[in-house]
């Protein structure tokens, strides 16, 4: 007998969501927008209709349906209680209950870095590997570590969170949580053009990256491709910060792939090999041969994770 899941990424500007067989297999996928007003009141119940509405149409009854995974952009207690997203509004919801009460379904919640990490494990670029710390470089940095096959999620739901990890002591700008030096400064798409600039400020070398009116980290990237010597040091310069944090948690969690997605991780190769490349040079050397890998599965991770977390 089949059974049927629900996927659902829950972002600032759409939700995405999956419909799978249980065993992976995803049978369609689409997207509704987030409803931000009146801080994200409406996002659960916009959720409930988009589940009903594809039940109906494919005429499942909710029995034949193992639940709804859920993953949101932020930090989620084991009890299914997110503790403040800022990007939907929300303060402290009980996501699990209330999406459950208006679903009728089981409902089992997540940050969405962490489900992402858990869908390259199931059917992603880690399948088959028990111990992934997944990084996500897109506007944020954000992180995913599974131990054994679970989720590093930590007391208060913040587990994995390596953009906030403080990479320098010197700096005088702060991040967007506040605090100053956070690794998502220099590694994020954002942070990449940010170090970019302070760069082209302070030299006068030459580089094709001054031709660059909205200059992105997409450029700095293709600009190192075609060999631009800044462009190529900034490109050094960023991947050793990476590289060197991605070392330190090496040595707590000691995985067996690292998998770098994200908009930033289209550039392939050229950051990839970097990255390794400063790891190896301060690593543990019982971690040195770590496998660094591209994500597999896209910006349809999250919702493969999600269905993930509810066959456990």
Known sequence: MKKYAF????????CKIGFFETNGKLIDKWEIK??????????LSDIAQAVDNKLAQEGISKDDVQGVGIGVPGPVKSNGVVNRCVNLGWGIVNVEEELGNL?????????DANVAALGEMWQGAAKGCKDVIMVTLGTG???GIIVDGK???GFNGAGGEIGHITVNHDEIEACNCGQYGCLEQYTSATGIVRVAKRKLAKTNDETSLRNFPELTAKDVFDEAKSGDAVALGLVDEVCGI??????????????????????VSKAGSILIESIQKHFVETSFHACRNTKFVPA???NDAGMYGCVQMLLD
Do not use: R, Y
């Not at 996927?7 to 759409?14: A, E, K, L, W, Y």
């Not at 679903?103 to 940050?111: I, S």
């Not at 990476?242 to 690292?258: F, K, R």
């Open 296 to 298: 597999g599965l896209g």
């Open 103 to 111: 679903t009728g379904l089981k409902v089992k919640a997540g940050n």
């Open 242 to 263: 990476l590289g060197s944090t991605l070392s330190n948690i090496a040595c707590v969690v000691d995985p067996e792939v690292v998998v770098i997605g994200g908009g």
């Open 141 to 143: 940095v954000g992180g």
């Open 34 to 43: 987030t409803n931000t007003e009146n801080n994200g009141a409406a996002i």
């Open 151 to 153: 989720v590093v999620a």
């Open 7 to 14: 996927g659902i990424d829950v972002g600032g500007t759409t």
